[in-house]
């Protein structure tokens, strides 16, 4: 793909390894089809070289279970992964996740949380949010500190990075260079 080629690019003239982050879905179901189901799908990460692999918001809330405080099967999850050579983390919009990963002392590494000023697509207020981000025992990279564009950069960019920890990340999408420059010279101011 044009996204694999362009990696090895600036591998290449970079003489750096990219870290490759993915968070993938995968099929529960018991009866899925074998191309859907968590093992087949971890092995087509760990083809394309993931460094981290993190399964999608969509399995990992799926598994939360509030009345009990866990996140059912997950060892099964991390254990699948660290067995395929990547580094195994989660993806939620659900802040309990969090929580309840760290309180079962999760086999993970790090954390994708939804986190800006507005509370877009937040289950809960933002205040709520940092401080489960504050407290978490990993980092935690944020998503979504724009909103989806309902947000300007400086607004977004300036809540974020003012209320997360130095281990914590934002990350962000961008289409273009100029917009990925953008981000970060604002970022670095």
Excluded at 53 to 64: F, G, Q, R, Y
Excluded at 120 to 147: C, G, N, S, Y
Aim: include cysteine.
């Amino acid at each position: 793909t044009h996204l694999d080629d362009s990696i090895l690019e600036v591998e290449q003239s970079t003489g750096k390894k990219i870290i490759r982050i993915y968070t993938p879905a995968f099929d529960l179901n018991p009866e899925a089809a074998p191309a859907e189901r968590a093992e087949a799908v971890f092995d087509r990460c760990a083809a394309l070289g993931a460094t981290f692999c993190m399964p999608h918001e969509s399995v990992t809330d799926a598994l939360l279970d509030r009345r009990a405080g866990v996140i059912r099967d997950l060892e099964q999850y991390t254990r699948m992964i660290r067995a395929r050579g990547m580094i195994p983390g989660l993806s939620t919009h659900m802040p309990e996740s969090v929580i309840y990963a760290d309180k079962m002392d999760a086999d993970v590494e790090t954390y994708i949380q939804l986190y800006n000023s507005v509370g877009f697509l937040m289950q809960v207020e933002a205040d709520w949010v940092m401080r489960v981000i504050r407290e978490a025992k990993k980092p935690v990279m944020t998503i979504k500190p724009l909103a989806a564009g309902r947000i300007l950069p400086v607004v977004g960019l300036a809540f974020v990075w003012n209320t997360i920890r130095d281990q914590d990340m934002v990350t962000i999408g961008t289409t273009t260079p100029e917009e990925a420059r953008e981000v970060i010279e604002l970022s670095l101011d």
